[in-house]
């Protein structure tokens, strides 16, 4: 899933006529204080950042003059808030504000659901969970059908539900609205507005946006200028942008691979993880920890990828600098077979570890042709020089021990060092 800064979300709120505070984005001081300038009233200063909770980290402040807008905007960009570099500051007018609202659709995946849920709130500005457990009755929501959609009066009707006054309902129903149809138009997976506020003279507006869009169809909407479709919760490494592209291009299977650690040296342990199949791949990674190792990575191919998709992924894992071994889990039964990552690791394999004495390599692979597969990985691994074991279906249910035996081997790795047996 990809997070919108919150100015992107903002635009896409206005292609549909919702209202929000006059603003514009700025890369520099001096360009906040332009900005402040013309609007010509007291300015709030956001820091453009796809994560929450950024007033608390102080990347949110107010300005009374465009002087103090160029200070703070000063103060914020270059900053690092919650893993990330400040790189642009929304600069807009502060409102007067006299209520706070909250509107929200996100996707229920329960098996009774399995549908957009559209909520609505009177109390705005906190988190929403927060208010459904201390204020329930404050609190609305509707089921949508994805065939029907949402129509422009029931929107309304929903927040009348909690004794808002018709007319107030009317106009905040068309925010509400809005907030189901960007969901719907963009194909995300979540849309917040929170909160949505009235000011003293009545106007309703969009103050605070998270949309978050389903990766698998950044691609229909190129205008967004989308380049990693992840949310991870920290800038991008280029290891993982890499890895994107091998899905972005090829949809035949999952290619995922995230680094869980950057900065780590040979010898702490760290193994280059690669799973297959979801939640067994998170099996497969929780025994390695589980055994004392660290992971490195964390990526699953599954649903049936190619061996060129999976060969590409092993690369990539096998780049990391300093990783003391590679696993490969697949601790389930698959239905995909299993021969085209027996392929992709020989090939893999043999150009990377031909001048890595010792290295340790676990292999835990079954389902379909798996006899085969390990046929493979014998004949095709035979001669290399690093320490190989492969497993069967004989340890889906047995994890721990394939884990305990990637464990042996990097310790011997680390303490016999990659020339000495």
């Known amino acids: 899933m990809v997070r919108l800064l919150e100015h992107q979300g903002k635009d896409l709120l206005k292609t549909i006529d919702v209202q929000t505070p006059k603003g514009e984005v700025a890369s ?12 010509g009233k007291p300015v709030a200063v956001k820091a453009q950042i796809s994560t929450t909770g950024r007033f608390k980290a102080g990347g949110i402040g107010f300005a009374n003059n465009p002087d103090d807008a160029g200070k703070i905007a000063g103060r914020i960009l270059g900053s690092n808030i919650k893993g990330f570099m400040v790189k642009k500051v929304l600069v807009e007018e502060k409102l007067e504000v006299k209520k706070e609202f909250y509107s929200g659709v996100i996707v229920d995946d329960s098996c009774k659901v399995k549908a957009p849920v559209l909520m609505f709130s009177t109390r705005g500005g906190v988190d929403i969970e927060q208010v459904a457990a201390e204020h329930p009755e404050a609190v609305c929501k509707t089921t949508v059908n994805v065939l029907e959609g949402l129509t422009p009066d029931e929107a309304p009707r929903l927040i009348r539900s909690l004794d808002v006054p018709s007319d107030l309902a009317d106009r905040l129903g068309k925010v509400v609205h809005g907030v189901y149809e960007i969901f719907s138009k963009y194909d995300a997976r979540s849309v917040e507005i929170n909160p949505i506020a ?7 507006y969009a ?28 800038p991008p490494s280029s290891l993982e942008k890499t890895a994107w592209k ?6 035949r299977g999952v290619a995922y691979f995230v680094q869980m650690a950057t900065e780590f040296k040979r010898g702490e342990g760290y193994v280059g993880f690669h799973g297959i199949g979801g939640g067994g791949a998170m099996i497969g990674a929780d025994a390695l920890v589980r055994s004392g190792l660290k992971i490195a990575n ?25 990783i003391d071994g590679y696993a490969l889990m ?3 039964i698959a239905n995909q077979e299993q021969w085209h990552h027996a392929h992709a690791l020989v090939r893999a394999l043999r150009e990377e570890l031909s001048d890595r004495p010792n290295f340790p390599v676990v292999i835990l692979i079954a389902g379909n042709k798996e006899e085969e597969s390990k046929e493979i990985l014998k004949r095709g691994l035979a001669g290399l020089p690093a320490r190989i074991e492969v497993y069967g279906r004989d340890y889906v249910y047995n994890v721990d021990h394939v884990a305990q035996r990637m464990k042996k081997l990097v310790e011997e790795y680390i303490k016999h060092g990659p020339s000495s047996r």
């Open 330 to 332: 697949g601790p389930v």
């Open 298 to 322: 964390y990526a699953d191919t599954s649903g049936n990828p190619t061996a060129s998709k999976v060969y590409r992924v092993v690369k990539i894992i096998l780049s990391q600098r300093n």
């Open 207 to 234: 103050v605070d946006c998270r949309i978050v869009l389903d990766d698998s169809a950044t691609w229909k909407h190129a205008e967004l200028g989308i380049d990693y479709p992840r949310e991870i919760g920290r």
């Open 198 to 204: 009235l000011t003293s003279n009545g106007i309703v």
């Open 246 to 251: 091998i899905e972005e291009n090829d949809f």
């Open 28 to 39: 520099t001081p001096e360009q906040a204080r332009d900005i402040a300038e013309r609007l």
